[in-house]
Nanobody
């Protein structure tokens, strides 16, 4: 059974950094497409970053490119999101998601309907 649990959320001042973790069980993160999504109050859930299965190819939303880095530790079976230069508009609930197969990932990686497995989310609040 695939399970995902996020950690690392909290409050941070604008310009600061935060690192989120997502522990996975029931499968190997290296063999799955892994992604981070976020949802701010009153807004739709949006894709933040994705790392491809077996390739390590990464994809980022324009709003976070250059500030956020997605990575994974295959030995520990953990997905990470390093967030730097945080802005108040980064405030959201952050979710990790996974699926074994995301065809045309370069086009659809940010679509939440492409992922079957989800964590419960961790809140990140950035104050100005």
């Amino acid at each position: 059974q695939v399970q995902l649990v996020e950690f690392g959320g909290g409050s941070v001042q604008a310009g600061g950094s935060r690192k989120l973790s997502c522990t996975a069980s029931g499968y190997s993160v290296g063999n799955y497409f892994m992604a981070w999504f976020r949802q701010a109050p009153g807004k739709e859930r949006e894709g933040v970053a994705c790392i491809g299965a077996n390739t390590g190819t990464t994809y980022y939303a324009g709003a976070v490119k250059g500030r956020f880095t997605i990575s994974q530790d295959n030995a520990k079976n953990i997905l990470y999101l390093q967030m730097n230069s945080l802005k108040p508009e980064d405030t959201a609930m952050y979710y990790c998601a996974a699926d074994a197969y995301v065809p045309s990932a370069n086009i659809v990686w940010s679509r939440q309907d492409r992922y079957r497995y989800w964590g419960q989310g961790t809140q990140v609040t950035v104050s100005s």
